[in-house]
Every structure is written in C-alpha cells, then in structure tokens.
C-alpha cells in the first residue's frame, strides 16, 4: 500500500489543522491506520491510531482530547484532526498501515512521507 499524506502548515496557537492520509490498493479497509510525529533531534512518537473498522481507536496522552483520529474506508483515506494545537505539537506527521494493533512504529511496515505541522507561540 501507497501512503500520501497532505495537510499540514502554519497556524498559531489554539487553531486547527486537519491532516490527511490518502491510500492507494483495494486493501486499505484491512490495515489499522497510525499517525506518527517526529520533531528535530527527536524520535519518532505515537500520536493515535484507528483499527481497519474505525469502531477502536487510542491516543498518545499528550494528544488525548485534543486530536481525532478517523478513515473512510470508501475513500481510503485516514484523517487526523488537531485542535487546540500547541507549540510543542510541532513536528514532521507521518501516517503508516499495519496489520497490527499497536503503538509501536517497527508495527507498522507502510509509511507515508510526511506533511509538516507548526505552531507559532
């Protein structure tokens, strides 16, 4: 599977961003779908994940409350929506596909190239 993320940008603090992660292949409905977040000189985090039905999700604790996490399997995309950002959720987005339900990124053998997200103070 194909990942190809989009949506990222600039926005202060306390708005909103939507990112999306579009899949290519007739399998997506099978994949649990994660977002991941890098900053500079700093691993790779969890943000959240969905399960291939959308019916289970789960979120890093810093993100909980803040961001959703969403795919429409007819469109073969996964959403990640981000309000009430803050500076510290700045960072490269990656979305990944797994077989997996897991927070762990060596699960996730599918990644997508990444869309940056920023937030100004």
């Known amino acids: 599977v194909q990942l190809q993320a989009s949506g990222g940008g600039l926005v202060q603090a306390g708005g909103s961003l939507r990112l999306s992660c579009a899949a290519s292949g007739r399998t997506f409905s099978t994949y649990t779908m994660g977002w991941f977040r890098q900053a500079p000189g700093k691993e790779r985090d969890f943000v959240a994940l969905i399960n291939p039905s959308g019916g289970s999700t789960n979120y890093a604790d810093s993100v909980k409350g803040r961001f959703t996490i969403s795919r429409d399997n007819a469109k073969n995309t996964v959403y990640l929506q981000m309000n009430s950002l803050k500076p510290e959720d700045t960072a490269l987005y990656y979305c990944?596909?797994?077989?997996?339900?897991?927070?762990?990124?060596?699960?996730?053998?599918?990644w997508g190239q990444g869309t940056q997200v920023t937030v100004s103070s």
């Open positions: 990944a596909a797994g077989g997996y339900y897991s927070r762990s990124h060596s699960t996730y053998p599918y």
